[in-house]
């Protein structure tokens, strides 16, 4: 097999050009200048960090999103959609992250939906199948288009989103918004198999992934963007995962120099937990006044494993010890007894009771402390929820405000407020900046590093790894449901961390 | 404060006044309120010799009775993300089971004991289905709708089941002699409302079912024990529903299994009228009885006014589907 870019390039014009591409949000710049190129029978992988202008400008391309400068040509044409079912009509397709099926409806009721075959208005269903089994030729793929949605495995139903969105047009563009990020490695070999299937056919793919050695496996080409430019853009041949990492991150980067804690008794021991589908086999210890980092991608199985200890999961095997005794299997008010609370990734769906106060969010795991017989004391709520509210900085109209009504980082301040509340020992915290401004975000770094100088222990799940450095003690790695061995955060880099969770 | 001018403390008074009545009028139960007293306005101009009297006023409270101690009953449950179709038959059960206690010898002290106990068992059982079987209370509760209906009819024979009555005839039947203005049982069903509306407000239990109801998942997370709410919530429904059965065998003065079918209905749209929100987390017992009451005003007036039943049933659907409107524009 010869390089598709140099075989092809030289004598194909390119089928997608994009040139200068910029678009604004009033004074925000989402993409500055985006340019690159793309030809008929490549994959070509679309990589940035979160914020790059990544969505942008795929947004732009799929016609969700109209760019303000620049100009992009398909075939030699100028192309400026004006709406996806526009963009479809030139040949430009997307296929979300997250697979949208009916899971009542089969393969290829799927797959044909909303452009069914009928004869005076009847369904013909051995039509559909055929044209769904058409369609999921090119993918190399043979999936029976009788079976029900709702019984296929994620890399199925992935395939099936993607034989769904070439049944619905001519595609000549397809835009896939990282397949694999769901996936377990096994099922992701299958996506890329099909992937390169499809490009070999004739299709220009381009692939959006944070998976740096699934990009260096099965793309032909790439593009870069940081901060809303085009970094670097080219042929993938003798690229290596290494460089990769240095263009998205625009320098090598350097550890922080940090003064270490100091380290009190053991107070939580994971040993080999293993839940349903993930975690599947992770272990760590956590000491009083340590902030203990876990760093991976979507699907990793990091939200698992702490959900797992917390007693919100079910734990198939291995161990948790809290202090010096077993406790493995448990529930959430166990927890809580044992002096053990949980941040949520989800604030509004499960961090926070949205309708109701902030008084009664940030006490309800402890409501014992401020009532008596049964009986909550309106005064001894609004005296422990004030307290919060000062210590934190809290912006709200008061205890009784809905906390629906918050700012999403005072949000985020009432959840961890309630760990506060009900005086944690051991402080699981998932995701606990995401989505909220830089000022709260600062507060809670703070607040978290103030915690573990007063003997609190903390777990920081973050996808985020320049944050995991200015925060922790110790990084371990989660990937496919193992945490690596923890290091120092002296022995990181963001560098090696993104290098060990995408290898 | 001491230094400050008076136009200022004016201010502030005045600053502090219209935050405490934005409050008020941000409760949930202001708007049946307000329609409630302006439905019986209307009434009482059009009808003022009937809607004016005490009898009038008497026996409209007597007839909210029974929904009132089922409405209490589904606000928890409404307001801890469940509901419950069940209410109809479980009240028909608990009279013919009054009944059978009575016409076996049994005393009315013993008869009460038992029609509240019959009406706390179905509660747990519909909680008991809904948090062992995890399947939504709607499909639990339309099974045991059918299922203590059918119990009812075959307890009883399938007729209607006479017995004396004794004392419990006087829970609903005021004492012409007494200065009271209402029958026992309306003085029971307003504590119980009291009852209620303070576990909601006041206690470590209320803040559970509101919290079950607004996010399970936060519930959860905070160490709530989820079916335990459950289990309760349902059961202290049914035994409120055991109450109103009750009250209503001493109206009825007989068990009959085919009793209050629709009740259910009736109750829930009570609920929804006083401001419950069918996705849980959010109602009030005040706006509950309030709602209630409100059916019942329209139902006599209608009646008294001579207005066609049908039109009733019209109209108080229309009030059904309003009363939401008005609740989800207060709330935006």
């Known amino acids: 097999m010869t390089d598709p870019v140099e075989a092809d390039g030289a004598t194909h014009a390119p089928l997608l050009s994009v040139d200068r591409v910029a678009k604004s949000y009033g004074a925000t710049a989402a993409l500055k200048n985006a340019t690159f190129t793309a030809i008929e029978g490549e994959v070509h992988a679309v990589m940035g960090e979160n914020g790059a202008g990544k969505s942008t400008m795929l947004g732009i391309l799929a016609g969700l999103v109209r760019s303000d400068h620049g100009t992009v040509t398909l075939g030699g044409v100028h192309y400026a959609p004006r709406s996806a079912a526009d963009a479809r009509k030139f040949g430009v397709a997307i296929v979300p992250q997250e697979p949208t099926l009916c899971d009542h409806l089969n393969v290829a009721e799927n797959v044909t939906l909303g452009i069914e075959p009928v004869s005076s208005g009847f369904v013909r269903a051995e039509e559909a199948q055929r044209r769904c089994k058409a369609a999921l030729a090119p993918l190399g793929v043979d999936i029976d288009p009788t079976r029900r949605a709702s019984d296929l495995t994620p890399a199925e139903r992935q395939l099936v989103c993607i034989g769904r969105a070439l049944a619905q047009s001519k595609v000549r563009v397809l835009i896939l918004d990282e397949p694999t990020s769901s996936l377990t490695m096994a099922e992701a070999e299958r996506v890329l198999d099909a992937v390169r299937a499809l490009a070999d056919s004739g299709l220009c793919v381009l692939y959006v992934s944070h998976t740096l050695g699934e990009v260096v496996r099965v793309a032909d080409a790439y593009t870069v963007l940081r901060n809303g430019e085009t970094v670097r853009s080219g042929s993938m041949k003798g690229v290596e995962v290494a460089d990769l990492t240095e263009m998205l991150l625009g320098h090598p980067a350097e550890a922080r120099v940090r003064a270490p804690r100091e380290k009190g008794e053991r107070v939580l021991s994971v040993r080999e937990l293993t839940g349903v589908k993930l975690p599947a086999g992770a272990s760590f210890e956590l000491h009083r006044g340590e902030i203990f980092g876990v760093f991976g991608l979507v699907g990793s199985g990091r939200t698992e494993l702490v959900r797992a200890i917390y007693g919100l999961d079910r734990v198939v095997r291995g161990e948790v010890h809290i202090g010096s005794s077993a406790s493995t299997r448990s529930t959430p008010a166990h927890r809580l007894h044992e002096g053990i609370g949980m941040v949520s990734e989800d604030r509004k769906g499960e961090g926070l009771a949205l309708t109701m106060s902030v008084a009664d969010n940030l006490t309800l795991s402890k409501l014992e402390s401020i009532s008596s017989g049964g009986i909550v004391s309106p005064n001894a709520q609004g005296t422990a929820a004030r307290d919060l509210i000062t210590r934190l900085q809290i912006r709200c109209a008061g205890p009784d405000a809905p906390v629906g009504s918050l700012s999403g980082g005072n949000q985020q301040k009432v959840a961890i407020g309630r760990l506060l509340h009900q005086n944690a020992n051991v402080l699981l915290l998932d995701e606990p900046t995401r989505g909220i401004d830089i000022g709260s975000r600062e507060q809670l770094y703070d607040l978290s590093i103030d915690l573990a100088a007063k003997q609190k222990a903390i777990v920081w799940i973050s996808t985020q790894p320049a944050e995991l450095l200015a925060v922790c003690d110790r990084i371990a790695v989660m990937r496919r449901g193992v945490l690596g061995a923890p290091r120092d955060v002296t022995d990181w880099s963001e560098q090696l961390l993104l290098q060990e969770a995408a290898a | ?332």
């Open chain 2, 1 to 332: 404060m001491t230094e400050a001018k008076p136009t200022e403390a004016k201010a502030t008074e005045a600053s502090a006044m219209s935050s405490r009545l934005r409050r008020v009028l941000g409760e949930p139960w202001i708007g049946p309120l307000v329609a409630l007293l302006v439905v019986y306005a209307m009434f009482a101009v059009v009808t003022p010799d009937t809607f004016l009297r005490g009898v009038a006023l008497e026996m409209m409270a007597r007839h909210t009775v029974v929904v009132a101690f089922c409405s209490v009953g589904m606000t928890l449950v409404i307001i801890q993300g469940g509901i419950d179709l069940s209410v109809g038959s479980v009240v028909a059960l608990v009279t013919v089971v009054t009944a059978s206690l009575l016409r076996s010898g049994y005393s009315p002290a013993v008869a009460a004991l038992g029609a509240v106990l019959a009406g706390a068992l179905c509660g747990a059982l519909n909680g008991a289905l809904v948090a062992g079987l995890k399947i939504t209370p709607f499909i639990v509760t339309l099974g045991t709708m059918s299922a203590l209906r059918g119990l009812a009819k075959g307890f009883a024979g399938e007729q209607k089941i006479d017995a004396d009555a004794g004392a419990l005839e006087k829970l609903m039947l005021r004492d012409p002699d007494s200065a009271l203005p209402f029958p026992p049982g309306v003085f029971l069903a307003i504590v119980v409302a009291l009852f209620g509306a303070a576990l909601l407000a006041y206690s470590r239990f209320g803040r559970h079912i509101v919290a079950t109801g607004s996010s399970p998942a936060t519930a959860r997370l905070c160490g709530i024990s989820i079916p335990r709410v459950t289990i309760v919530t349902y059961t202290l429904a049914g035994l409120l529903a055991g109450i109103a059965g009750m009250m209503e065998f001493s109206t009825l003065t007989v068990g009959d299994p085919t009793d209050s079918i629709g009740l259910e209905l009736e109750v829930i749209a009570a609920v929804v009228i006083g401001g419950g929100s069918l996705f849980g987390g959010q109602g009030s017992v005040a706006g509950s009885v309030l709602g209630a009451m409100l059916m019942t005003v329209i139902a006599t007036g209608a009646t008294h006014v001579g207005i066609a039943n049908w039109i009733q049933e019209i109209l108080t659907g229309a009030i059904i589907v309003v009363a939401v409107t008005v609740d989800r524009m207060r709330h935006r």
